[in-house]
């Protein structure tokens, strides 16, 4: 089911994580009228800075593919190695933090 709908994990998660952040927010002090709005705000704000990251890494890749490095299959290397290498940082940082 997960295959063909792979937007209900999303949704699920997504609220698992707003009931989380709701609740941390309570913790520190925010006043109760403010939560409903405050994480949907939250949230909009994070996935519009996503959608404008992407977009600005999708246009520099257009351009430099189509001026600097011409069609390959080396986009496909590069992409692995690059998401490889920020995982295996983060695996390493959070590691040496948790044992810290």
Do not use: D
Not at 9 to 23: N, Q
Not at 66 to 86: D, K, P, S
């Amino acid at each position: 089911m997960t295959e063909r709908r792979p937007w209900i994990v999303a949704l699920v998660f997504g609220l698992l994580y707003g009931i989380g952040f709701a609740g941390a927010l309570r913790e520190i002090g925010l006043p109760e009228q403010s939560i409903p709005l405050a994480p949907l705000l939250f949230n909009v704000g994070v996935e519009l800075g996503q959608l404008v990251f992407i977009g600005v890494a999708m246009l520099a890749y257009a351009i430099l593919k189509r001026y600097v490095l011409g069609h390959g299959q080396w986009e496909q290397q590069v992409a692995g190695y690059l998401i490889g290498t920020v995982a295996a940082y983060w695996t390493i940082e959070r590691t040496v933090g948790f044992w810290s």
